[in-house]
T-cell receptor, first 115, second 116 residues
Framework: AQKVTQAQTEISVVEKEDVTLDCVYE???????LFWYKQPPSGELVFLIR??????QNEISGRYSWNFQKSTSSFNFTITASQVVDSAVYFC????????????FGKGTKLSVIP | EAGVAQSPRYKIIEKRQSVAFWCNPI?????LYWYQQILGQGPKLLIQ????????DSQLPKDRFSAERLKGVDSTLKIQPAKLEDSAVYLC??????????????FGPGTRLTVL
């Protein structure tokens, strides 16, 4: 069975600091997809990024960057120069296999950015 | 493009009462999902529809939960009778899933249910 672990329950940073959110996944399948979602206080899950297991390229989107390392089964998320609007709960999630569409979520990391 | 719509946003009921939630997916999305998110946890899939057929309902407590998507568009999730442990946020998501590809799931704002 697959599993996603987000060991950091809560993180607080001061505005403009960089912060990295950790995600470790477990699966025996060679085909899988990794996701990050943001859940602001309003409650809606906002899609941030998707990666498949065959693409280990890291990605940068503005202040956001993602580091995918199959060797350590990790898919970490870094926010550079954090802002108050980044305060939210961030979820890492996994879909395993070509025929399954169920997202398995981690427990989330609550990020608080202090002005 | 309009996102996933859900109503109501909040609902408070007493245990043993019934409740229903409604979801309208993104236009053209064939696949619809209902998730339950208990406070402090990640969402857990309850049921997945493709068009109006059920693909996966293995984690749906069928003795009290039911869901339908009669015309392959809107969906309703019902709880009857509700228990205290059903207090959670119920999230609806949709994706333009084909049978061969994994597509991204887009979520609605959720319905926060409190059972007293």
């Amino acid at each position: 069975a697959q599993k996603v672990t987000q060991a950091q329950t809560e993180i607080s940073v001061v505005e403009k600091e960089d912060v990295t959110l950790d995600c470790v996944y477990e699966t025996r399948d060679t085909t899988y997809y990794l996701f990050w979602y943001k859940q602001p206080p309003s409650g809606e899950l906002v899609f941030l990024i998707r990666r498949n297991s065959f693409d280990e390229q890291n990605e940068i989107s503005g202040r956001y960057s993602w580091n995918f390392q199959k060797s350590t089964s990790s898919f970490n998320f870094t926010i550079t120069a954090s802002q108050v609007v980044d305060s939210a709960v961030y979820f890492c999630a996994l879909i395993v296999g070509a025929g399954s569409y169920q997202l398995t979520f981690g427990k989330g990391t609550k990020l608080s950015v202090i002005p | 493009e309009a996102g996933v719509a859900q109503s109501p946003r909040y609902k408070i009921i007493e245990k043993r009462q019934s409740v229903a939630f409604w979801c309208n997916p993104i236009s053209g999305h064939a696949t619809l999902y209902w998730y339950q998110q208990i406070l402090g946890q990640g969402p857990k899939l309850l049921i997945q529809f493709q068009n109006n057929g059920v693909v996966d309902d293995s984690q749906l407590p069928k003795d009290r939960f039911s869901a339908e998507r009669l015309k392959g568009v809107d969906s309703t999730l019902k709880i009857q009778p509700a228990k205290l442990e059903d207090s959670a946020v119920y999230l609806c998501a949709s994706s333009s899933l084909s049978t061969a590809l994994i597509d991204t799931q887009y979520f609605g704002p959720g319905t926060r249910l409190t059972v007293l």
